[in-house]
Nanobody, 126 residues
């Protein structure tokens, strides 16, 4: 059974940084698609960043240049999200997701993912 365990959320001031981690219970190389999503209160989950096994990277416009998704080093068996220059509007619950298949742009949607972490709260104060 695939399990994803997230860590690294918390409270930070605007302009600060956090690194989210998502450790997998299986070999990360078996996952064709991995992503971070976030959910604001009262809203549906939206994608933040995604990466394929071959190294394709996608970022939603709001985080480009500030966030970096990475599945390296492979030996860590962990998906990371480095978040810099955080803003209050980044406050949300962040989820990692994984799936065996990369489906191109379809992999930017929550419905493309079979496996999910439990979520971690990120709060950015003004």
């Amino acid at each position: 059974q695939v399990q994803l365990k997230e860590s690294g959320g918390g409270l930070v001031q605007a302009g600060g940084s956090l690194r989210l981690s998502c450790h997998l219970s299986v070999d990360i190389r078996s996952m064709g698609a991995m992503a971070w999503f976030r959910q604001f209160p009262g809203h549906e989950r939206e994608y933040v960043a995604a990466t394929s096994r071959s190294g394709n990277l996608f970022y939603t416009e709001a985080v480009k240049g500030r966030f970096t998704i990475s599945r390296y080093p492979v030996s860590d068996n962990t998906l990371y999200l480095q978040m810099n220059s955080l803003m209050p509007e980044d406050t949300a619950v962040y989820y990692c997701a994984a799936d065996n298949l990369w489906r191109g742009t379809q992999s930017l949607r929550p419905s493309a993912y079979e496996h999910w972490g439990q979520g971690t709260q990120v709060t950015v104060s003004p």
